[in-house]
């Protein structure tokens, strides 16, 4: 069974720094068997947006345009680990984060931000940026 597991969450001010980390593990799968990791949010009331993916055989990256410039995705294979770095930390950056894993190269091209395109997902961790 494939476990995603988010930490980093809490809450910090407006322009203020976070950095999210997940950890993938089990189902037998490496984590380079994973085409593709990404990190979604979902603000109360609001759809889940896909916030930034990576690449995971090549390291290359996607962002959604409301987090370009201030948050960087990025890998450490050897620790199975995908991590979010967010800087200047916006009120409407607050919203629950989930990363999630995707077994399919659709995530590679046109669906690299879509939920659909992603197989497996972690509980999530709550960001909460107060201004």
């Known amino acids: 069974q494939v476990q995603l597991v988010e930490s980093g969450g809490g809450s910090v001010q407006a322009g203020g720094s976070r950095r999210l980390s997940c950890v993938v593990s089990?189902?037998?799968?490496?984590?380079?068997?994973?085409?593709?990791m990404g990190w979604f949010r979902q603000a109360p009331g609001k759809e889940l947006e896909g916030v930034a993916r990576i690449y995971t055989r090549s390291g290359t990256t996607v962002y959604a345009d409301s987090v370009k410039g201030r948050f960087t995705i990025s890998q450490d294979i050897s620790k199975n680990t995908t991590y979010l770095q967010m800087n200047s930390l916006k009120a409407e950056d607050t919203a629950m984060y989930y990363c999630a894993a995707s077994l399919s190269a659709r995530c590679t091209v046109v669906a690299a931000l879509s939920p659909s395109g992603y197989n497996y997902w972690g509980q999530g961790t709550q960001v909460t940026v107060s201004s």
């Open positions: 089990g189902g037998g799968y490496t984590y380079s068997s994973f085409f593709c």
